[in-house]
């Protein structure tokens, strides 16, 4: 059953995809001088976007428990106006923020949210340092996405208010991103069918965008489930059947299928349930794949190989299988005119200017963890990125789904630090210092500003979905990796995050009482090896 957000149906009438709205036309230089000012309100409220970058890395939150990062993110959208809905696709975190000011473009804002188990650092401190030792922490910097859309859409708001501006805002969350668990549910269920545009933003180590196919994969997550049944291990074995023993043999033939498959492919395991002790047969056990390709038809002939393999291991073994998806993502595919529109502001606006305590961080964490180069932060702006000719595998985002939906780019800002591994604790050192602050600064210009250009040029807008429509989808057409009938595993993390919370809580940000998260925590900015 499709669910479709209500919020759409405010008052005003919002016209087809590619449609043309009635916009009062403004001259190139308005236009000009409005992005200007509201690249300066941005400016002006950067400690907003500072104590909500520091609130969000204080709560460090898994994916499908962003409990306190939601109420915290909604809450402020509702005091300046923004109209919520929660628990949309049946995910208790997630949520669309609209505010509409009237009959204009639907512009969709999105950002992740969730964090990476064990990755528990302090900000700032150039070394190993968890605040709680074993607990998840922002070694990726999804703290800093939404509090940057935030920032950029209030000071789009403020303009849109004062000059008639009509158009919609949509803000939404990218819930368990790590999981690749939410995204591909939104689209099935129909929350992006009346969105005319997508800026999605992920934290980076320097102000980029791309258009075209790009590097990377999309995959498929799956869990496949094996009963047996229990018996003595040592007084009646031969009464067990194991299903340790089907997990353990589908396991073994995969990896031994490792050797045949094409090197733009990935596939990765975890063990997810492996019997209780070792003096009981274990009547139930499991293992979880990510199944990574360059192209939908390579993952999904990777999933059929899977479950052959996983419906011969159970036949091996007299046990039974079932099996679910948990997650998909579809190969991305980004946007050429909003990403070019995007990148003349990326050249106006400009790196941020790093200061001696950001670099001596920066090249001390690269020295840390062994980098490849010790350069510290950028210094000089990328080129636009081009469709990727020779593909290139490696990550996954679930972002790819929405970019098939409707026309798609991600922006990323320089919030992290070059060179590091990802996934890591040392990608949270940066992430609640001046660093993360001045590069979310500078991606909620380049966003806001780039709102404006389509809001104020309905060209763009229909040059857009023209790409979309003509170049995009000419020999690839989106095919949903889930069916109606898949439910997102919002179970997942939940008992890690219990373990946690607790000891967590005691180190929130209490943003009426420090200026900053690194003067609540007593750390001198930067704190280097002794």
């Given at each position: 059953?499709?669910?479709?957000?209500?919020?759409?149906t405010?008052?005003?009438?919002?016209?087809?995809?590619?449609?043309?709205?009635?916009?009062?036309?403004?001259?190139?230089?308005?236009?000009?001088?409005?992005?200007?000012?509201?690249?300066?309100?941005?400016?002006?409220n950067?400690?907003?976007?500072?104590?909500?970058?520091?609130?969000?890395?204080?709560?460090?939150?898994?994916?499908?428990?962003?409990i306190?990062?939601?109420?915290?993110?909604?809450?402020?959208?509702?005091?300046?106006?923004?109209?919520?809905?929660?628990?949309?696709?049946g995910?208790?975190?997630?949520?669309?923020?609209?505010?509409?000011?009237?009959?204009?473009?639907?512009?969709?804002l999105?950002?992740?949210?969730?964090?990476?188990?064990?990755?528990?650092?302090?900000?700032?401190?150039?070394?190993?340092?968890?605040?709680?030792?074993?607990?998840?922490g922002?070694?990726?910097?999804?703290?800093?996405?939404?509090?940057?859309?935030?920032?950029?859409?209030?000071?789009?708001?403020?303009?849109?208010?004062r000059?008639?501006?009509?158009?919609?805002?949509?803000?939404?969350?990218?819930?368990?991103?790590?999981?690749?668990?939410?995204?591909?549910?939104?689209?099935?269920?129909?929350?992006?069918?009346?969105?005319?545009?997508?800026?999605?933003?992920?934290?980076?180590?320097?102000?980029?965008?791309?258009?075209?196919?790009?590097?990377?994969?999309?995959?498929?997550?799956?869990?496949?489930?094996?009963?047996?049944?229990?018996?003595?291990?040592?007084g009646?074995?031969?009464?067990?059947?194991?299903?340790?023993?089907?997990?353990?043999?589908?396991?073994?033939?995969?990896?031994?299928?490792?050797?045949?498959?094409?090197?733009?492919?990935?596939?990765?395991?975890?063990?997810?349930d492996?019997?209780?002790?070792?003096?009981?047969?274990?009547?139930?056990?499991?293992?979880w794949?990510?199944?990574?390709?360059?192209?939908?038809?390579?993952?999904?002939?990777?999933?059929?190989?899977?479950?052959?393999?996983?419906?011969?291991?159970?036949?091996?073994?007299?046990?039974?299988?079932?099996?679910?998806?948990?997650?998909?993502?579809?190969?991305?595919?980004?946007?050429?005119?909003?990403?070019?529109?995007?990148?003349?502001?990326?050249?106006?606006?400009?790196?941020?200017?790093?200061?001696?305590?950001?670099?001596?961080?920066?090249?001390?964490?690269q020295?840390?963890?062994?980098?490849?180069?010790?350069?510290g932060?950028p210094?000089?702006?990328d080129?636009?990125?081009?469709?990727?000719?020779?593909?290139?595998?490696?990550?996954?985002?679930?972002?790819?789904?929405?970019s098939?939906?409707?026309?798609?780019?991600?922006?990323?800002?320089?919030?992290?630090?070059?060179?590091?591994?990802?996934?890591?604790?040392?990608?949270?050192?940066?992430?609640?210092?001046?660093?993360?602050?001045?590069?979310?600064?500078?991606?909620?210009?380049?966003?806001?500003?780039?709102?404006?250009?389509?809001?104020?040029?309905?060209?763009?807008?229909?040059?857009?979905?023209?790409?979309?429509?003509?170049?995009?989808?000419?020999?690839?057409?989106?095919?949903p990796?889930?069916?109606?009938?898949?439910m997102?595993?919002?179970?997942?993390?939940k008992?890690?995050?219990?373990?946690?919370?607790?000891?967590?809580e005691?180190?929130?940000?209490?943003?009426?009482?420090?200026?900053?998260?690194?003067?609540?925590?007593?750390?001198?900015?930067?704190?280097?090896?002794?």
């Amino acid at each position: 059953m499709k669910q479709k957000t209500t919020l759409f149906t405010i008052a005003c009438c919002l016209l087809t995809l590619n449609g043309i709205y009635s916009q009062k036309k403004k001259s190139n230089k308005q236009i000009e001088n409005l992005k200007s000012e509201v690249a300066a309100i941005v400016e002006d409220n950067k400690k907003q976007s500072q104590v909500m970058v520091d609130k969000i890395f204080s709560f460090s939150e898994l994916g499908f428990q962003e409990i306190e990062s939601s109420k915290y993110l909604t809450g402020i959208l509702k005091e300046n106006g923004f109209e919520i809905e929660n628990s949309i696709s049946g995910i208790p975190t997630a949520w669309f923020a609209t505010w509409s000011n009237g009959e204009g473009p639907v512009i969709a804002l999105g950002s992740d949210v969730d964090c990476i188990p064990k990755a528990s650092q302090y900000p700032g401190v150039a070394y190993h340092k968890p605040i709680v030792d074993g607990a998840p922490g922002h070694g990726e910097g999804h703290n800093s996405g939404i509090p940057m859309n935030i920032s950029s859409a209030l000071a789009v708001k403020q303009i849109m208010e004062r000059e008639n501006i009509g158009g919609t805002l949509v803000i939404w969350p990218g819930i368990a991103e790590e999981l690749v668990a939410a995204k591909a549910w939104y689209v099935r269920d129909g929350l992006f069918d009346d969105i005319d545009m997508c800026i999605f933003t992920h934290v980076g180590n320097n102000l980029g965008v791309s258009y075209g196919p790009t590097r990377g994969t999309g995959l498929i997550s799956v869990e496949y489930a094996f009963e047996g049944e229990a018996a003595h291990s040592a007084g009646s074995p031969w009464r067990g059947k194991s299903a340790l023993d089907a997990a353990e043999l589908m396991n073994i033939g995969w990896n031994y299928k490792r050797e045949h498959l094409h090197p733009l492919k990935r596939s990765h395991s975890i063990f997810t349930d492996s019997g209780d002790q070792p003096n009981v047969v274990p009547s139930k056990a499991a293992i979880w794949f990510y199944f990574r390709d360059i192209k939908y038809e390579g993952i999904m002939e990777m999933y059929a190989l899977a479950n052959d393999m996983a419906k011969g291991a159970a036949l091996m073994t007299g046990t039974t299988m079932t099996s679910k998806v948990l997650g998909t993502a579809w190969p991305r595919h980004y946007n050429k005119v909003i990403a070019e529109t995007m990148y003349s502001n990326i050249k106006e606006v400009g790196l941020p200017k790093w200061s001696d305590a950001d670099q001596i961080l920066a090249k001390a964490v690269q020295t840390e963890v062994n980098s490849e180069k010790i350069e510290g932060l950028p210094l000089k702006l990328d080129t636009i990125g081009l469709p990727v000719i020779d593909p290139i595998s490696g990550g996954s985002d679930d972002i790819g789904d929405i970019s098939w939906k409707v026309p798609t780019v991600t922006l990323r800002y320089p919030s992290n630090i070059p060179g590091l591994q990802g996934h890591h604790w040392s990608n949270a050192i940066a992430m609640a210092t001046p660093i993360a602050h001045k590069g979310v600064v500078a991606g909620a210009k380049v966003e806001a500003m780039t709102i404006l250009d389509f809001l104020l040029k309905p060209d763009l807008l229909k040059g857009a979905w023209s790409y979309f429509n003509n170049e995009q989808q000419k020999e690839t057409k989106y095919q949903p990796m889930i069916s109606e009938s898949d439910m997102p595993p919002i179970y997942l993390n939940k008992d890690k995050q219990d373990q946690f919370r607790p000891a967590l809580e005691k180190y929130y940000y209490d943003e009426t009482k420090y200026d900053t998260y690194l003067e609540q925590l007593g750390i001198e900015y930067p704190t280097l090896k002794k």
